[in-house]
T-cell receptor, first 108, second 112 residues
Framework: GIQVEQSPPDLILQEGANSTLRCNFS?????LQWFHQNPWGQLINLFY???GTKQNGRLSATTVATERYSLLYISSSQTTDSGVYFC??????????FGTGTSLTVIP | ETGVTQTPRHLVMGMTNKKSLKCEQH?????MYWYKQSAKKPLELMFV???????ENNSVPSRFSPECPNSSHLFLHLHTLQPEDSALYLC???????????FGPGTRLTVT
């Protein structure tokens, strides 16, 4: 299967700070998603981004498929951004591969 | 996301019990998935159904038995589970397989 590595594994930010989360994957993909898992376990879709750049408010993401990585940018972080951020990738077929996540804590 | 619902949200069961998890999607998707999330581990894909047909079974023990009566409903039947099966079980759907997935809120299962 595809290996997915996320970094950093843990991140603590002061409210208002910016951050970059990284997702590296070991094979070509045609599906890449970023999720935010809240403390209750719900996975919230942030971006569907197999390539290119997208922005949604304070969040943006870039995927460079040829170099096999994706970045998630969080600007002006808020305490509600706390949680675990997952990257998931897939190629042909029905398999999806998740990374181990980045645990983000934003302190006021 | 309110498009995918799961019941129950919490379940405690003994090793000799039989129970079922239910998932329903209201998004008009044709593919549905079961994932397992154990503590400190990535999400593990268990089963995939595409147009009600099972297309993936990732070496899941037979004490987990999926059922997909139609494209909107997915069940996971549980029997004689082990304590190590305690985890968060997440259901997802997409249209069609390989595209953007949407997740339900999960069922937190504890096996005693």
């Amino acid at each position: 299967g595809i290996q997915v590595e996320q970094s950093p594994p843990d991140l603590i930010l002061q409210e208002g700070a910016n951050s970059t989360l990284r997702c590296n994957f070991s094979d070509s993909v045609n599906n890449l998603q970023w999720f935010h898992q809240n403390p209750w376990g719900q996975l919230i879709n942030l971006f569907y981004i197999p390539s290119g750049t997208k922005q949604n408010g304070r969040l943006s993401a870039t995927t460079v498929a040829t170099e096999r990585y994706s970045l998630l940018y969080i600007s002006s972080s808020q305490t509600t951004d706390s949680g675990v951020y997952f990257c998931a990738v897939g190629n042909t077929g029905n398999q999806f591969y998740f990374g181990t996540g980045t645990s983000l804590t934003v302190i006021p | 996301e309110t498009g995918v619902t799961q019941t129950p949200r919490h379940l405690v069961m003994g090793m000799t019990n039989k129970k079922s998890l239910k998932c329903e999607q209201h998004l008009g998707h044709n593919a549905m998935y079961w994932y397992k999330q154990s503590a400190k581990k990535p999400l593990e894909l268990m089963f995939v159904y595409n147009f009600k047909e099972q297309t993936e079974n990732n070496s899941v023990p037979s004490r987990f038995s999926p059922e997909c009566p139609n494209s909107s409903h997915l069940f996971l039947h549980l029997h004689t589970l082990q304590p190590e099966d305690s985890a968060l079980y997440l259901c997802a759907s997409s249209q069609p397989t390989g595209n953007e997935q949407y997740f339900g809120p999960g069922t937190r299962l504890t096996v005693t």
